[in-house]
């Protein structure tokens, strides 16, 4: 790598060198290994070396839209990668790129001497990117325009907490895209196509296994990207398997249960789903510890999730006895209050004492006490602290709401408590109404709104799940692509979502406004659905009928004109069923003074009868069948069999006398 170049590689599937070391920003180590050399797998990086042609400042980076993962960089000297001195290193630090993390290093070079860069993904993330080197201080720009595919619009990450690397494995081929300039079109290209004209959002159905290319590129005034969106990626539909790498005693006489889990499988996010004791809880990783366990036999499961969000239907599971706690006991709720938190949301300080189990939480709230909303969430068995916000709520208005705590010592509830919003007052509520969803493929759905923040700029998105009711605190969110001025009135825009299938979807959407009371509002609830995969049955043939045994008529068979010249000689045989098999073979009789042998063969022919149930048969006459048809021959024997399809031969023979 030289001073000037811009490279464009990826690290998929990098494995770890003997001798090569943790990052000193941030970490290059997958989650679920304890160490960098723990396994090939545990990091992700790649190498280059960089000769300076000038004693001077250099800057490398990966500051760029289209690097598709998060990245560290790191540059080192020395000869042998045991013994290698940092010289600069960065996990973040490209201006304007807060959402994508990319990465850039400054440092002073002498020329003409060999430096390593070493560009890794935190946490061994994995995807394509760009790296670019240039004498001088960092710049403070990317190429423009920039095109970025993001995952922020896939309903699957929404839904189970997927990670932000874009390349790897997918559950499909379906991609959104924007450009960081105004106004700009795109166009894409799959598996080194010609670019054509393209919108988001794509879906790529017929992509079905193997890998694939994915890039597009954005075009403003017929300028493109010169470094596009460029996505290395297969289809994985496998799930991971899961196992349990450490875990408590049994019995355990330490109220801290620790467990660390492994994939099969890379997954630089690390997302589990556990339980402790069928209670599903949040935020598990590889990494899962659990605190103040009360004195009884505890049962721990967890299942991997890969990239592509697939799920390991069989979970590992461990049982241990607990002995280093106090007794287990049905839980408790301290003093329930509210927080004042503006019109249209309230915080519920709900302190509680689980005794040491794992509780399912419930909130119930509503205008009446029929409540109406049912929010859920998992508490873990030190908790004592269940304050959960609930909203949108409409301003000045008196709400109902139930607490439930189930843990598999007991269940208790809080009856009915009470609030009451704040009055609006010279506030004005953003405004937001759906359009009618547009679904483009199997795959991805655009979702119109028209949203109105009033005199404070706001966000708007859409709470989207494959069940019902919709909520803010439990449905998957997806939030539209740009923020909308104050006071600019109503304004179309359109919230593109991918990697969803066919279904049936709940759907609302949300607009809120930035600063103090960040006021909140969401459309009623609506459903649509992408209409299912069409599954071709397949196609039986028409049922056989019984076959008729087929009689040979000799009335069948028309012979040509058979002159003692003749140099062919050509018969047509009818009435036979279609591809039926024809065979002639010619023979003669000779005069009884030319020769001590009677019969001669002349020649052979076959055909094979079309749709019409006739086939034509020239049987050809070479140079010494014609001198004994011309001088020798009394008569011709002239044999026709006949092999209908599934029936056996037969034949006939017919005779016939030569003409001058």
């Not at 496998?238 to 196992?243: I, K, L, Q, R, V």
């Not at 605190?473 to 919230?495: H, L, T, Y």
């Not at 593109?496 to 279904?503: A, E, H, M, Q, T």
Request: hydrophobic share 35%.
């Amino acid at each position: 790598m030289a001073p000037s170049d811009q490279l464009h590689g990826t690290n998929i599937d990098a494995t770890w060198e003997a001798g090569e070391t943790d990052v000193d920003e941030g970490s290059a180590i997958e989650e679920d290994c304890p160490n960098i050399n723990s396994g090939a797998r545990c990091t992700s990086s790649v190498w280059f070396n960089f000769t300076a042609s000038t004693t001077d400042t250099y800057t490398i980076e990966t500051c760029d839209l289209g690097t598709d993962f998060d990245t560290v960089l790191e540059v080192w000297d020395g000869s042998a990668l045991g013994s290698l001195t940092k010289v600069s290193a960065n996990d973040d630090a490209c201006i304007g790129d807060d959402t994508h993390h990319s990465s850039q290093v400054s440092f002073m070079a002498t020329s003409g001497h060999v430096y390593h860069v070493e560009l890794a993904g935190f946490d061994a993330a994995q995807g394509t990117f760009y790296i670019r080197a240039y004498q001088g201080s960092p710049s403070t720009s990317f190429p423009e325009p920039d095109t970025v595919v993001s995952r922020g619009f896939s309903f699957r990450d929404a839904k189970f907490g997927g990670g932000t690397s874009r390349s790897g494995p997918r559950e499909n081929a379906s991609f959104a895209f924007t450009s960081d300039m105004a106004g700009a079109a795109f166009q894409c290209s799959l598996d080194g196509a010609a670019f054509s004209a393209c919108s988001s959002p794509v879906s790529l159905d017929s992509v079905t296994s193997g890998t694939h290319r994915f890039v597009v590129r954005s075009v403003v005034s017929g300028i493109p990207d010169p470094t596009p969106a460029d996505e290395l990626f297969t289809i994985d539909h496998d799930p991971p398997e899961t196992a349990l790498a450490t875990g408590p005693a049994d019995p355990n006489a330490n109220p801290v249960a620790e467990f660390r889990a492994l994939s099969s499988e890379r997954s630089f996010f690390d997302q589990y789903q556990c339980k402790l004791d069928a209670q599903p809880l949040s935020g598990c990783s590889s990494d899962r510890a659990f605190n103040g366990l009360c004195n009884a036999v505890h049962t721990f499961q967890t299942a991997a999730r890969d990239p592509a969000n697939n799920l390991d239907p069989t979970p590992t599971t461990a049982s241990f006895t607990e002995s280093g706690g106090g007794a287990c006991a049905p839980p408790e709720f301290g003093s329930l209050t509210t927080e004042t938190g503006g019109p249209t949301f309230r915080t519920l300080h709900i302190p509680v004492n689980l005794h040491g189990e794992a509780a399912d939480e419930q909130i119930d709230y509503g205008t009446t006490t029929a409540y109406g909303t049912h929010v859920e969430f998992g508490l873990d068995p030190d908790n004592t602290n269940g304050d959960e916000q609930i909203g949108p709520l409409r301003p000045g208005t008196l709400y109902h709401y139930k607490v439930t705590l189930k843990t598999a010592a007991g269940t208790i509830d809080s009856g009915d408590q009470t609030f009451t919003t704040d009055a609006l007052g010279v506030d004005v509520l953003p405004q937001i109404s759906l359009g009618t969803p547009l679904v483009v493929g199997d795959h991805a759905v655009v979702i119109p709104v028209t949203v109105n923040p009033g005199k404070v700029a706001g966000s708007y998105g859409v709470a989207i799940d494959d069940h019902g009711p919709i909520t803010e605190e439990m449905s998957p969110a997806i939030d539209g692509k740009d923020e909308i001025a104050a006071n600019s009135g109503p304004v179309s825009r359109v919230v593109d979502i991918v990697d969803i299938d066919p279904g049936t979807y709940h759907l609302r959407a949300f607009a809120g406004q930035d600063g103090g009371n960040f006021d909140e509002v969401m459309t009623p609830e609506t459903t649509f659905s992408i209409p299912a995969i069409p599954v071709v049955p397949p196609v039986s043939p028409p049922p056989l009928q019984p076959l008729q045994p087929f009689k040979f008529r000799r009335s069948f068979v028309k012979i040509g004109k058979i002159r003692r010249g003749a140099k062919s000689i050509s018969l047509v045989i009818s009435h036979l069923p279609p591809s039926t098999s024809v065979g002639v073979t010619v023979k003669a009789t000779l005069k009884a003074h030319a020769s001590t042998s009677l019969v001669k063969l002349l020649g052979r022919g076959k055909a094979r009868a079309g749709k019409g149930g006739v086939a034509r048969v020239k049987v050809k006459l070479g140079r010494k069948a014609r001198a004994i048809l011309r001088k020798r021959t009394k008569s011709l024997s002239l044999q026709v069999r006949v092999k209908p399809p599934g029936q056996s031969t037969t034949s006939i023979t017919l005779h016939r006398k030569p003409r001058r």
